[in-house]
Structures are given as C-alpha cells and as structure tokens.
C-alpha cells in the first residue's frame, strides 16, 4: 500500500521561506514520477511542480517559476518542494502526488494514482 506523509508546512511571513517534504512507502519509488499539488479555500486543486523518476526533468506552474525548487532523494524516498519569496496567495493545503508508469508524471491531477494527506502552508501579507 502506498503512503505519502507530508511535512513542513506551517505559518510564514511574505517573503519568507518554507521546506515542504514527502516520505514515501510502500511503492518501488524511483520508478514513480511525482508531484505537488495545492488547493486554496473555495478553489480547485492546481497544479505546482513536479519531477520525473531520475531528477533531471522539473516542472513548474507559472505561478511558482523561480520561487519554488522540487527535488527527490531516491535513496530516502523523499520528495521535496522548497518555496521561497512566499506569496499570500500561495496559501493553500500543499499534497505529494505520486504516478507509476510514465517517466515524467505532468500535470494532470488525475493521472497521479497516489496522495498525501496534505499539509498547510499559510502565509501572511
């Protein structure tokens, strides 16, 4: 049974910073593209970053290029999405997504197969 726990979130000031991880089980996890994801009150869940199995392909929401980093350690099986210069809107709960079967997981939500409980990350103007 795959399990994915986040951690990290919490409460920021506007332009300060926030390390999101994810600790993957029960899953072969190099073989299984990830993502972040996050949802805003009375707002649909939007795509934020993600990566493919090796590390080397990243992607980003507009919204996030340049501010947010997303990595993954194999070795551990963690993924994480570092955020910097926060927002206030970037206020949402933020979920680990994992996708077995494709190289690069992309963007769609609904071909990730695996989800986090969420974690919240507020921030304050």
């Known amino acids: 049974q795959v399990q994915l726990v986040e951690s990290g979130g919490g409460l920021v000031q506007a332009g300060g910073s926030l390390r999101l991880s994810c600790a993957a089980s029960g899953l072969s996890f190099s073989s299984y593209g990830l993502g972040w994801f996050r949802q805003a009150p009375g707002k649909e869940r939007e795509f934020v970053a993600a990566i493919s199995w090796s590390g080397r392909i990243t992607d980003y929401a507009d919204s996030v290029k340049g501010r947010f980093t997303i990595s993954r350690d194999n070795a551990k099986n963690t993924v994480s999405l570092q955020m910097n210069s926060l927002k206030p809107e970037d206020t949402a709960v933020y979920y680990c997504?994992?996708?077995?079967?494709?190289?690069?997981?992309?963007?769609?939500?609904?071909?990730?197969?695996?989800w986090g409980q969420g974690t919240q990350v507020t921030v304050s103007s």
């Open positions: 997504a994992a996708r077995s079967g494709a190289y690069f997981p992309g963007r769609q939500a609904a071909d990730f197969g695996s």
